[in-house]
């Protein structure tokens, strides 16, 4: 335990990465610098569910006392953005605020960014604006529901015959492979 980052007793730190340790939400580690919170910490969880935990992306920023750990006053969960959706809107739910795109169902929620980079360009673009037949680009992480997403980041674009699904594969068996629930050649 302790500092891999050579700081001294009282210097103001920032670690950013994934949690590789985690003994408990008060004592983890980001790579080899062990973090430290404290009943003071604030935890910023950005509307994820879960909270600290192992194989996460945390930043956490505080100072480092004498034995070289990193007592932090502010931990932020960092959403992840490693699944990747590039297609056309099948279906939306405003009740559910879900949107279908490639036959996977995408989470939203209002800490999803929305940007619009159609030549619509609506400024204050957000769900109420999507329609169905819109190509969007959406990065987010896995869902609590089974080969689901929960969007990070939603890009509605020009139309475009691209079509993508970015994720990890299961189910591989020559010549087939499914990504997110959907079977591909």
């Known amino acids: 335990k302790g500092c891999t980052l050579g700081a001294t007793s009282g210097a103001r730190g ?3 990465g994934i949690i590789t340790t985690f003994r408990s939400a008060s004592d983890f580690d980001i790579g080899g610098q062990t973090i430290n919170t404290t009943a003071s910490t604030t935890i910023v969880t950005n509307g994820l569910a879960g909270g600290l935990r192992a194989n996460i992306k945390v930043e956490a920023e505080g100072s480092f006392n004498a034995s070289g750990v990193l007592v932090a006053t502010k931990v932020e969960i960092k959403p992840e953005t490693e699944l990747r959706l590039l297609g056309n809107i099948q279906t939306l739910s405003a009740t559910a605020g879900t949107v279908v795109v490639n036959g996977v169902t995408v989470q939203l929620s209002l ?7 159609s030549s619509a360009r609506v400024a204050s673009f957000d769900f109420a604006d999507l329609r ?3 190509y969007v680009e959406i990065r987010g992480f896995a869902g609590t529901v089974a080969n689901s997403i929960q969007g990070v980041i939603l890009e509605r674009d020009d139309n475009d015959t ?3 699904i970015q994720g990890f594969a299961s189910n591989v068996a020559d010549p087939t492979l499914v990504i997110l629930g959907v079977t591909a050649n």
């Open 14 to 16: 920032e670690v950013e």
């Open 111 to 117: 800490v999803t960014r929305y940007e619009d980079k």
């Open 132 to 134: 169905t037949g819109d």
């Open 162 to 164: 691209r079509h993508e």
